[in-house]
């Protein structure tokens, strides 16, 4: 998680990790220890969620961003002042999402559905042509019509100081070819942001997106997020990693989950992915 500062993240709504009680928990504890450590984190809420220490840290990669990013999909991130410990609070992670368009908002089964207090959700709508009343409370608790109040040419300073004044961890980018070529700056300004792009179906506009995407900064891109298999495989003839790739629809991916739970899931992976972890 980027520091800001605690007067900054009071002045905009941001909650504070405050001590409290700890939970130990070993990476390789047994799965049904995880789960039902879990299972009592998601049933509980409000100043009773305790601390989670992670100890030892210890252990394979891939079974780090499967737990630890379970507890960010759960509303937690790491306490700051805890390394070379690892301790995760009970704040959620920073999500924004940069839009051509409103309609580009992750709807009802994506951002609407990932559960009150797990994530913090922005949207900026960067399409000049665009203004609006708002994004429904329903799917970001904070958005801006940027082209009410800004020239196209101030919007890329504007989304940078959006990301470090919110503590963004995942930026996600739906249609916007600026979003797409502000990822170098991005990457250089908060290399431990994450960046996901929406590419949706293979319709004939999404195809020049998406070709726009992968040949102008698709090494950049951490997560491609499409509607289908038919544009996993686009993906793939174009070199992009299959684990780079996720569908993210109803019945198209392992275990049924909802699309909200799978956001929520690969959100969390994204984030455990960035966390330094102790030599």
Request: aromatic residues 8%; contains cysteine.
């Amino acid at each position: 998680m980027l520091a800001t500062g605690e007067n900054r993240e009071e002045e905009r709504g941001i909650p504070r990790a405050t001590p409290g009680t700890t939970r130990p928990i070993a990476l390789d504890d047994p799965e049904s220890a995880w789960t039902a450590l879990l299972d009592d984190l998601n049933g509980s809420a409000g100043d009773g969620l305790p601390d989670v220490e992670v100890t030892p840290a210890t252990g394979p990669q891939s079974l780090f961003v499967d737990r630890v990013g379970r507890l960010v999909a759960a509303g937690y991130s790491v306490r700051e002042d805890s390394w070379p410990r690892l301790v995760m609070a009970p704040r959620p992670a920073g999500l924004l999402c940069l839009v051509a368009g409103e309609q580009g908002v992750p709807g009802e089964s994506g951002w609407a559905g990932l559960g009150a207090g797990r994530f913090r959700r922005y949207v900026l709508v960067l399409d000049a042509g665009t203004v609006g009343e708002g994004v429904p409370d329903a799917l970001a608790d904070e958005s801006w019509f940027l082209a009410d109040f800004c020239g196209r040419g101030a919007m890329p300073q504007f989304i940078l100081e959006f990301i470090a004044s919110r503590a963004i961890d995942v930026v996600q980018v739906v249609g916007s070819r600026l979003g797409v070529d502000l990822l170098p700056t991005i990457r250089f300004s908060f290399p431990k942001v994450r960046v996901a792009v929406d590419l949706g179906t293979g319709d004939t506009a999404q195809h020049s997106y998406l070709t726009y995407v992968t040949s102008r900064y698709g090494n950049l891109v951490d997560a491609y997020f499409v509607a289908d298999a038919l544009v996993g495989e686009e993906l793939r003839a174009l070199y992009i990693p299959d684990s780079r790739t996720y569908v993210v629809a109803p019945g198209e991916n392992e275990g049924g989950l909802t699309v909200a739970d799978l956001r929520s899931r690969l959100y969390g992976r994204l984030v455990a992915g960035a966390i330094d972890r102790a030599p």
